[in-house]
T-cell receptor, first 113, second 114 residues
Framework: GNSVTQMEGPVTLSEEAFLTINCTYT??????LFWYVQYPGEGLQLLLK?????DKGSNKGFEATYRKETTSFHLEKGSVQVSDSAVYFC????????????FGQGTRLTINP | DSGVTQTPKHLITATGQRVTLRCSPR?????VYWYQQSLDQGLQFLIQ???????AKGNILERFSAQQFPDLHSELNLSSLELGDSALYFC?????????????FGEGSRLTVL
């Protein structure tokens, strides 16, 4: 089936630490891949995306590379800030068929000053 | 502000009752999606409408139903409520057939069933 598996949280880091949140997927076909972020009390918002193999999505210092060979889309940031504290969701969407996004379980990230 | 409006923001009700959640999509968006977010199940896709017609159905219970009206707003009806229905219900919208894959989410309606 089509699914997304994320690194379990919660993840707690100190400010300026390096962040990796792992994400792998299973899909029939070649999906587009996304990271969404949910700040406290808000809805989800798109952080970055990649639509084909080897594409790199980037935004606000975050990056993720679409790795077809390992079916992964790990999220990284070189130096996190307190304001990055949020829940991060990996998701995929198949090109054909329904337009729905399939989300991972979410990873809660807390950054301490 | 995503441009997606959901009401009510919070709702507390009793088991066996029925509630209606409302969603107004971003101006011009034809697709509306409903998701349920609970602690144990994560973010689960419920149903999608495109320009008034059901497009895809996910893990939506038979006790739940939805519709999209001619003005493109959508309602999610939850009936015979159970304790386990307590969750955050998100509505999202996207442009023409959502080809970019980006969904714009509302702030959610938090339902508590006592």
């Amino acid at each position: 089936g089509n699914s997304v598996t994320q690194m379990e949280g919660p993840v707690t880091l100190s400010e300026e630490a390096f962040l990796t949140i792992n994400c792998t997927y299973t899909a029939t076909g070649y999906p587009s891949l996304f990271w969404y972020v949910q700040y406290p009390g808000e809805g989800l918002q798109l952080l970055l995306k990649a639509t084909k193999a080897d594409d790199k999505g980037s935004n606000k210092g975050f990056e993720a590379t679409y790795r077809k060979e390992t079916t992964s889309f790990h999220l990284e940031k070189g130096s996190v800030q307190v304001s990055d504290s949020a829940v991060y969701f990996c998701a995929h969407r198949l090109i054909q068929g329904a337009q729905k996004l399939v989300f991972g379980q979410g990873t809660r990230l807390t950054i301490n000053p | 502000d995503s441009g997606v409006t959901q009401t009510p923001k919070h709702l507390i009700t009793a088991t066996g009752q029925r509630v209606t959640l409302r969603c107004s999509p971003r101006s011009g968006d034809l697709s509306v999606y409903w998701y349920q977010q609970s602690l144990d199940q994560g973010l689960q896709f419920l149903i999608q409408y495109y320009n008034g017609e059901e497009r895809a159905k996910g893990n939506i219970l038979e006790r739940f139903s939805a519709q999209q009206f001619p003005d493109l707003h959508s309602e999610l009806n939850l009936s015979s409520l159970e304790l386990g229905d307590s969750a955050l219900y998100f509505c999202a919208s996207s442009g023409a057939q959502g080809r970019t894959g980006e969904l714009f989410f509302g702030e959610g309606s938090r339902l508590t069933v006592l």
